[in-house]
T-cell receptor, first 115, second 114 residues
Framework: EPEVTQTPSHQVTQMGQEVILRCVPISNHLYFYWYRQILGQKVEFLVSFYNNEISEKSEIFDDQFSVERPDGSNFTLKIRSTKLEDSAMYFC?????????????FGPGTRLTVT | QKEVEQNSGPLSVPEGAIASLNCTYSDRGSQSFFWYRQYSGKSPELIMSIYSNGDKEDGRFTAQLNKASQYVSLLIRDSQPSDSATYLCAVGQDSGAGSYQLTFGKGTKLSVIP
């Protein structure tokens, strides 16, 4: 199984602050995704990133969210002005095989707590 | 709105028994189907993928797909206490824009009793 790391593992922030969550795939991957999971709820798609640009985003992914791959390896999710309801686990997912883009492998996640 | 439905459980089975987990989905255009295992506080772990009608076996796991009924299931044979987790059904679709987003069900919590 491909390795994906995420930092930080836990982030506590105050409402209105900006946070940056990082995803570091171990090898070069094609597709990147961010999902979130509010405690006790479903895993929800946020955004997909392919060929260094956003390919699709959900209704959740509004103007306060952004993604980029600044150095060609790290994949970041930025939340500009956090709200209490942004508290969730955020997972980065990647695909590894061009012939099977559906199989997504999840990183360990970042627990975001907004106070 | 794409929906993936699962019985939330908990589903309790004795050790060594077969656990049967079910999932239905609403979007007939769905092309790929996955089962993930999620331990409490951890990330989803991919355990099975299936794309065609019928059965697919991998060790103690068998995934079954029936696209006409929009139904996918997971059987776990010889269940072990370590199988106790929440099992997430996920359905994928090619948006045609270089995205293959997954829609997840809420998951079924499985408890294997020693």
């Amino acid at each position: 199984e491909p390795e994906v790391t995420q930092t930080p593992s836990h982030q506590v922030t105050q409402m209105g602050q900006e946070v940056i969550l990082r995803c570091v795939p171990i090898s070069n991957h094609l597709y990147f995704y961010w999902y979130r999971q509010i405690l006790g709820q479903k895993v929800e798609f946020l955004v997909s990133f392919y060929n260094n640009e956003i390919s699709e985003k959900s209704e959740i992914f509004d103007d306060q969210f952004s993604v980029e791959r600044p150095d060609g390896s790290n994949f970041t999710l930025k939340i500009r002005s956090t709200k209490l309801e942004d508290s969730a686990m955020y997972f980065c997912a990647i695909t590894v095989r061009a012939g099977d883009p559906y199989e997504q492998y999840f990183g360990p996640g970042t627990r975001l707590t907004v106070t | 709105q794409k929906e993936v439905e699962q019985n939330s459980g908990p589903l309790s089975v004795p050790e060594g028994a077969i656990a049967s987990l079910n999932c239905t989905y609403s979007d007939r255009g769905s092309q790929s189907f996955f089962w993930y295992r999620q331990y409490s506080g951890k990330s989803p772990e991919l355990i099975m993928s299936i794309y065609s009608n019928g059965d697919k076996e991998d060790g103690r796991f068998t995934a079954q797909l029936n696209k006409a009924s929009q139904y996918v299931s997971l059987l776990i044979r010889d269940s072990q206490p370590s199988d106790s987790a929440t099992y997430l059904c996920a359905v994928g679709q090619d948006s045609g824009a270089g995205s293959y987003q997954l829609t997840f069900g809420k998951g079924t919590k499985l408890s294997v009793i020693p």
